[in-house]
């Protein structure tokens, strides 16, 4: 079985200038009522979200940047992530015990080094297991928000049908 990856990319190549095209899906994007509230966007880029009441600990968003590819041609770069606000709680998650376990060991080595007690050494030995724990939860969320980025990704396909297209690249 495949994991997930934690951060999912794609490109899709588009057969019309950027302006063009930034100008039709945001028309597009405003028009569908079913979207309101959904999506926000500036400049060349855009996210799209998953409803509100179905919106969990785990679910995704969808950022969208327009890239120019020459004078007529733009391509769409997407990329899955999850809301700030959890990616930077788990980043702060990992630093911090990150710090205890490199504090634990180099408070352990002085500890061994003058032949009393490490018990500093503790941190490693838990801290090291937890870090994989928060690993494996980010896999655990992404697999947990597959299905609504595939929601996210048909809602794109929408919007980009009728542009036109080139067949989509995955990286």
């Not at 060349?44 to 179905?54: G, I």
């Not at 630093?95 to 002085?110: D, M, N, Q, R, S």
């Amino acid at each position: 079985m495949k994991a997930p990856l934690l951060r999912p990319t794609f490109t899709v190549p588009l057969d019309v200038p950027r302006q063009v095209a930034v100008n039709e899906i945001r028309g597009r994007l405003a028009a569908r009522w079913d979207l309101a509230g959904r999506w926000r966007g500036k400049g060349r880029w855009f996210d799209l979200f998953v409803p509100e009441a179905e919106r969990r600990l785990w679910s995704p968003y969808l950022s969208v940047r327009l890239d120019e590819e020459g004078r007529d041609r733009c391509s769409a770069f997407g990329r899955f992530a999850p809301h700030p606000e959890v990616w930077t709680f788990f980043l702060f998650l990992y630093f911090l015990v990150a710090f205890l376990v490199l504090f634990g060991g180099t408070f352990g080595y002085v500890q061994w080094a003058s032949n009393e007690p490490a018990w500093a050494l503790w941190m490693v030995w838990i801290g090291l297991p937890v870090m994989l724990l928060i690993h494996a939860a980010s896999f655990v969320g992404s697999r947990l928000g597959q299905a609504q980025m595939r929601e996210l990704r048909e809602v794109l396909d929408g919007v980009f049908d009728g542009l036109e297209q080139i067949e989509p690249t995955s990286d």
